[in-house]
Nanobody, 121 residues
């Protein structure tokens, strides 16, 4: 399995931006579908975005479309989540995930520890 570590979380005002990064270990990063999920206090974990092996295909949740963008750099073993126009409802722990399925898969086998994003109003 691939090891994942997220970074880039923090406190930001509504309307601001953050870029999350997820660094992966190993030489097989380019063979994994990568995704971001989030979990707010008292809520279930929800899908945010996913990206294909080569970065050509992406999928974003309706709640973040037009505001968040997932991307990846296989040379750096890193996946990113650019978050713009942040809202207080975006406050959550954000998790990076990896698997060898599809960007439409609901099941991911490898997870990072998460990074906290807090958006103040």
């Amino acid at each position: 399995q691939v090891q994942l570590v997220e970074s880039g979380g923090g406190l930001v005002q509504a309307g601001g931006s953050l870029r999350l990064s997820c660094a992966a270990s190993g030489r097989t990063f380019s063979t994994y579908i990568m995704a971001w999920f989030r979990q707010a206090p008292g809520k279930e974990r929800e899908f945010v975005a996913a990206i294909s092996y080569n970065g050509i295909r992406t999928r974003h949740a309706d709640s973040v479309k037009g505001r968040f963008t997932i991307s990846r750099d296989n040379a750096k073993n890193t996946v990113y989540l650019q978050m713009n126009s942040l809202k207080p409802d975006d406050t959550a722990v954000y998790y990076c995930a990896a698997d060898r399925g599809s960007i439409y898969s609901g099941s991911f086998g490898s997870w990072g520890p998460g990074t906290q994003v807090t958006v103040s109003s």
